[in-house]
Structures are given as structure tokens and as C-alpha cells.
């Protein structure tokens, strides 16, 4: 489905114009459609159906707790990576034991916390952190479940600040370690193992490296049984990619299918981690035209939306699409779209050919996932509002931060 697409000469988020948006709202603002979320969310569930699985949303692609919320009524699972995302799902009507909780530096709160609560597993990335979920669960009189994530190194093909499951990569406990971590972990009277886990990196667009790991990891499931420690489910983290520009990438049920094929008839359940896929092409940063500058070299369009609002582009180099909500018939020039922050990395998109004149809408693409959740407040800029548009209704899910809140919390050093 296409949540965004030009009606009547302009864009509109499923049945709402985001001129109107702009105008009730402000710019900058995320705007998310609640069908495409609800679209992307089912084409993982659909394609898992008569077996048993977990999708579990990746918290740290999108954050918001009326996008959590529609999640958590599809009967979504969460994939979190701090104490801050599990208050978010416990917030936003998510079960506790459909999260599984990821990352390599959890900290005694966090376990705590989420053994209270009743998490439905504990992807450990070290032997370290196992002692630690045992000491934890020990005091506490209650068992942890667990996965190992094991590092499979593999090369996922993607930019090397979001590939993760290389043996330089801090992530997962190496594969060749693996059986070792397993056979202690299984020693430990407060773990309960359960799980094997592994995300090899984000925005991936070929199969290849995901059924390579898989491979890698059934191999090992194969192992461990052999030693009498039965696995009950496989967890193959997120990073299925995403059409930005004019990437392929395959479809949650093609890779779905290609998973469930090479299972064979191991009894096992299976758990996804996908973020970016779920809400990237679900979300756009919508952006007004400050001033057009004109230079010997090149044209600038200063809009009202910084990298402290969308980082991707300044941080990864990636390219965004950048549309005109309004598309004027008049000749286009090339511009670089750039922001109000004092850097010259401060960037949205670069040589872009456009009609636009000050005051114009223009929406960034694929804005959804790791878009709002990366905002700072860098140049002292509040971060942007995020509404969420359902049919005909557009829903302000977190509001723009007021110039009293940028500085809330902070002190004047004593007389
Ligand atoms: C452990 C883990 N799970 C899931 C994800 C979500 O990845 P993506 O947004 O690429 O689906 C990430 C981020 O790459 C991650 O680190
Ligand atoms: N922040 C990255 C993705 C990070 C994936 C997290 N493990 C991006 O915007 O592409």
C-alpha cells in the first residue's frame, strides 16, 4: 500500500492533505500512517501464521507511544535495548512477555526491572552479562530466560556503522564460543536457556548474509542438541531493508518463506526483530522553505528541519527522497536542502532538482524509523511534533517541545 501519495495536486497521508497538517500542527513535524504500519506489521505475521512466532518491533527505530500503541493492538511483540524502551512498551499496552530485550550493556537495574516484570527472554551478549543475569535473578528468587546472541561473521553488504555481526563488531558472543557460553549458561540454576539470537547488521537488501547466518545457527542448534540442550526458538533479529532510492530489497514474506524452508522439520519457533521495515516508508519529516540562497556556486534551500531532527543523511551519507508536498509547474533548479544548524554537514538532501519558491512544504521520504528517535536538541533546537494519521484523522502523538522545556532540569551554580 501507498500511505503517501499526490491527490488533487498534493501530497496527502492516507486522507489527510499534509498542507493541513503543516497549517493545525507546525513544521517540522513526523507524520505517520497508522495503515502502512498496521500493512508492514501484517506481512510479517502473515507470513509466520501456523507456526509459532514472535514478531517483535525494534523500539529503537521508533519510539513514539501511539506508534508502540497501534503495535501493541496487532498483538505485536518488542524488541528493546534499554530500561527507558521498556517503560515505553509497558506504557504503550505492550506484554511484557512478548519483549525480548537486546544489547551488549545491560545493567543490574535493567535486569531487575525486566525479571520483575516478566520479559519473555534475555538476549545476552556475553558470558559476562550471563553471571551477572544469574546473580540477578538469584536475589530476586525468579528464573531468566535467555538466548546467547552469537556473532555468526557474516558480511551483511551494508554501510559499516550499522553492520553488526562481524567478529570486529562489539556485538554477540563469537560463534566458535558459543557452545562453551551454552553449556555454562545451562549450568546456572537462575537461567532458563531458550533461545538462540543473531542480527547481522540493518538495511540489508539481499538474502544472502541472512540465510548465511541462519545456516551458521542451525548448524549450532544441530550441536547443542547433540549435548542435550534443546532450543526452542530462533531469533533472526531485524534488517531487512527498505527502498530509499532504488534498492530491491525483499519482501518480509520472501524472506519468510526462505526461512521457514531451511528450518526443516526442527521444532522450532521463530522471532523477528524488524524496525526499519515495519516504519520507515510509514513516516515522513514534513518541512517548511525558510529562504531560497542563491551563490555564484550553488542554490540553497533553507528549510526549518536540521540534522538534530533527521540525522541519517549528515550521519550515514544516506540518501533521503525529498518531494514537494505543493509541486509548482515552473522550471526546476538544483538545490542543496540544508538546515538552520551551524555545521556544514547540516544536510537533508544535496543536488536535488526542484520548483520551490519561501514558505513551500516539502516532505523528507522514508522518514519513519530512525528518524524522530535520533532527534537531539543541538543548536538549542526543540525537537519536532509527531502526529499520527488514521483514514481522515491526524492525531499529534507527542507535541512540539516548548522553549521552556530545552532547558528544564538545569541550574544556575549557587551564590
Ligand atoms: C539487536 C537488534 N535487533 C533489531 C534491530 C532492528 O533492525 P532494523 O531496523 O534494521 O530492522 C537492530 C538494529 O539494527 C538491532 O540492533
Ligand atoms: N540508525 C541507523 C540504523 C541503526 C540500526 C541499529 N542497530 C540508520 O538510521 O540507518
Known amino acids: 500500500m501507498e500511505a503517501f501519495c499526490y491527490r488533487d495536486g498534493q501530497l496527502f497521508a492516507e486522507d489527510v492533505a499534509l498542507s493541513a497538517i503543516a497549517e493545525r500542527f507546525g513544521t517540522p513535524t513526523y507524520v505517520y500512517s497508522r495503515a502502512q504500519i498496521q500493512a508492514q506489521y501484517q506481512a510479517y505475521a502473515a507470513a509466520l501464521a501456523g507456526m509459532p512466532h514472535l514478531v517483535c518491533f525494534a523500539v529503537k527505530a521508533n519510539s513514539n507511544l501511539g506508534v508502540l500503541n497501534v503495535l501493541a493492538r496487532l498483538g505485536a511483540g518488542f524488541d528493546i535495548v534499554s530500561r527507558g524502551e521498556l517503560e515505553r512498551v509497558l506504557a504503550a499496552g505492550g506484554e511484557p512477555d512478548k519483549i525480548v530485550f ?35 535473578a538469584a536475589r530476586l528468587g525468579l528464573i531468566a530466560p535467555v538466548s546467547l546472541r552469537v556473532n555468526p561473521d557474516v558480511d551483511a553488504l551494508t554501510h559499516p556503522y550499522i553492520s553488526t555481526g562481524l567478529k570486529e563488531n562489539k556485538f554477540g558472543i563469537a560463534i566458535d564460543q558459543a557452545e562453551a557460553a551454552y553449556r555454562r549458561a545451562a ?25 548465511d547466518a541462519l545456516d551458521r545457527l542451525l548448524a549450532l542448534v544441530d550441536r547443542l542438541a547433540a549435548q542435550g540442550i534443546h532450543i526452542r526458538h530462533l531469533d533472526l533479529g531485524g ?33 523477528f526483530e524488524p524496525g526499519r521495515s515495519i516504519v520507515a516508508n510509514a513516516g515522513v519529516l514534513l518541512t517548511r522553505v525558510e529562504y531560497l540562497k542563491h551563490t555564484a556556486h550553488k542554490n540553497f534551500a533553507i528549510v526549518d528541519a536540521a540534522m538534530n531532527d533527521m540525522a541519517r543523511p549528515s550521519l550515514y551519507q544516506a540518501w533521503m527522497g525529498l518531494v514537494p508536498v505543493q509541486p509548482r509547474q515552473q522550471a526546476a533548479q538544483h538545490y542543496d536542502v540544508v538546515g538552520p544548524i551551524c555545521e556544514t554537514g547540516d544536510f537533508l538532501a544535496k543536488d536535488r532538482e526542484l520548483a520551490l519558491a519561501e514558505g513551500d512544504l516539502l516532505a523528507v521520504c522514508s522518514a519513519g524509523a ?44 549557587p551564590e
Not at 242 to 255: A, N
Not at 376 to 392: H, I, K, M, P, Q
Request: with cysteine; net charge negative; glycine share 10%.
Open 102 to 136: 537486546s544489547g551488549v550493556g545491560k545493567s543490574r537495574d535493567d535486569m531487575r526491572r525486566a525479571l520483575e516484570v516478566g520479559v519473555h527472554c534475555f538476549n545476552v551478549e556475553s558470558t559476562d552479562e550471563l553471571e551477572r543475569l544469574q546473580q540477578v
Open 187 to 211: 549450568e546456572l540454576p537462575n537461567l532458563q536457556v531458550i533461545g538462540v539470537d543473531c542480527h547481522i547488521g540493518s538495511q540489508l537488501t539481499n538474502l544472502a548474509p541472512f540465510l
Open 239 to 271: 534488517g531487512l531493508g527498505v527502498r530509499y532510492r532504488d534498492e530491491q530489497p525483499p519482501s518480509p514474506g520472501d524472506y519468510i518463506r526462505a526461512v521457514r524452508q531451511r528450518l526443516g522439520d526442527r521444532p522450532l519457533a521463530l522471532v
Open 370 to 413: 530512525y528518524g524522530f528517535v535520533m532527534s537531539s536538541n543541538y543548536n538549542t533546537r526543540g525537537r519536532a511534533a509527531e502526529v499520527l494519521v488514521d483514514g481522515a484523522q491526524a492525531f499529534e502523538v507527542r507535541r512540539r517541545e516548548t522553549l521552556a522545556e530545552l532547558y528544564a532540569g538545569e541550574s544556575l551554580l
